[in-house]
């Protein structure tokens, strides 16, 4: 029965790492808090959903649809209105992001409606060692899991990767090497932008989305970034993997109106206690 | 002009502008009285951010915590049956232990730390209200007694309360920024380390405006709870309300007097006439103002018009070197 539990904790944990690992790479590099994300996430699920509806293509690939049609989207949205206010105060480039997703998200709400929709793909479930796991959260997982690896993997070995490392240590000596600072930011935008699609179109497997959810994907984003530790793509997954156990143990104890309740409270002692996570050190990787 | 004709002339002009709202609160229809509380609401959460937000420099985004909070201590002393006057004084005590204690704990927090704590607990603060049923009603909500007498009466004694509050926080803005308390805020806004080094108590002062601003927004969310009868945890915890109040105040401009004052009269007339109009896009419209605010007008419609940038247009250009 604990087994169980754990094995959710898991599955739902990869998913959030996902989830939040792209609103950790943009806090660690352009310094920014991206309200956008959860509208992100939202518009990457929309968009496997629709292409796998309407097309008829494998929610894989749509998948992967979205998070290029979002790569694209976030880079332009830096590029074109956030790189203005990236030298900003906190508060400054705060509250204008969430003036474009005030804006987004009521263009979503009208668009798209509030009504809930999934891909409902049921490959049914298997049964590993008396755990009975359903194969489209095995699916989600693995997506999200290989794309969070892929992303570390990238960040250390690619070119791109290393000069946003190099950003993101110090942006005025990586000026001075020859990078080019705001195409570096733009590029981490529409990197988290894709990320946020990944975990938009895993979760699309697994949960109906509505556009009234982007709130709770950027609280939760929130919430595992401080838990880890802001801005560093292994904290996101031991943030991840963090509250995934944390909500489904905290079900059993105070009952899931209290789950999303736990993870801020928690949150909050991190914030105060431990304020580089429970990973400890800020990590540049 | 001596400082002491200008003061009286301010003294007179506030004068002249409070009979002004008094006599129109007299006057209204029912759709103008009611826009009338919404701009003095407005006008006291602006203010009150104001303190925190603008003379300390502090993202903060607790404002819909401390109204919902005053909102619920005042309906639920009021459902217990404490006359109205007495519930109010209960919601301003409440906001105040509240303000105390959360500062102690959130005012370590210095940037994005502070800015994401102050949202976590309006998260957080929503979430009882919507279990803990047995005290707040929990999602359904929370009925109020309503005020006895006429409606037009009630109007009229919400619409007055609220604008006595907004005088309230205007004076208290006044004292702050006279002070050496404001003396303080504005050293730790400008570098909270200086200023702990040239002997400002820092976390006293921080905690102590923390505590100003949450007692004087938790009345106007007990005022509100009142006037409206009926609060639940989504409008009461608002999180639309924690970001709308920060822009209202850039909008005219942080950190002044009168600023807080411009903006929510700019922002609360603007939303009238547009919003209206377009109900569907109520949450893009807010959107749009807040990125125009941003991009065009950062530092306030009080500074972009002042008289002093006036005369620094049409003056001669300032010799090099004095930045």
Known sequence: ?285 | MPRRTTELLRGGALIVVATAVVLFGFGANNYQLQAGTTLAMAVVLCLAWNIVGGYMGYPSFGTAAFFGLGAYAGGIAQTYGLPMGLAWAAAALVGAVFAIVLGAILLRLRGHYFAIGTIAVVEVMREIANNWDALTGGAIGLSLPILAGSPRFAGIFFYLAMWALALLALLLTVAVARSKFGFGLRCIRQNEDAASMVGVDVFKFKVAAFVTSGIVIALAGAIYASMVGFIEPKDAFNILLSIEVPVMVMLGAAGTVLGPVIGAIVYVVLRELVWVNFINFHSAILGVIIVAVIYFIPKGLLREFSLTRWRKWTAPPAPAGQG
């Open chain 1, 1 to 285: 029965m604990i087994a169980q539990y754990v094995a959710n904790g898991l599955l739902i944990g990869s998913l959030y790492a996902c989830l939040a690992v792209g609103f950790s790479l943009i806090y660690g590099v352009l310094n920014i808090i991206n309200v956008l994300h959860g509208t992100f996430v939202v518009l990457g699920a929309y968009m496997t959903i629709y292409c796998a509806q309407l097309l008829g293509i494998s929610p894989l690939i749509s998948a992967l649809v979205g998070c290029a049609v979002m790569f694209v989207f976030g880079y332009l949205v830096q590029r074109l209105l956030i790189n203005e206010v990236v030298a900003a105060p906190v508060f400054i480039s705060f509250t204008l992001i969430f003036g474009l997703d005030l804006l987004v998200n009521n263009a979503m709400i009208q668009g798209f409606t509030a009504t809930p929709r999934s891909l409902l793909v049921d490959y049914g479930s298997i049964s590993l060692f008396g755990l009975s796991l359903s194969v489209a959260r095995l699916g989600a997982m693995a997506l999200a899991l290989v794309l969070t690896g892929a992303l570390y993997w990238l960040l250390r070995h690619s070119q791109m990767g290393r000069a946003i490392i190099a950003v993101r240590m110090d942006r005025h000596a990586a000026a001075l090497l020859g990078i080019r600072v705001p195409r570096v930011y733009a590029i981490t935008f529409g990197i988290g932008a894709l990320m946020a699609a990944a975990a938009g179109g895993a979760l699309a497997l697994v949960y109906p989305i509505t556009p009234l959810l982007s709130g709770v994907f950027l609280g939760k984003s929130f919430v595992i970034c401080v838990l880890g530790g802001l801005g560093s793509v292994p904290g996101a997954l031991v943030g991840g993997l963090a509250l995934g156990m944390l909500e489904s143990f905290g079900t059993i104890v105070f009952g899931s109106q209290w789950s999303t309740t736990v993870g801020f409270v928690l949150m909050l002692l991190v914030l105060v206690l431990r304020p580089t996570g429970l990973a400890g050190r800020k990590g540049y990787e």
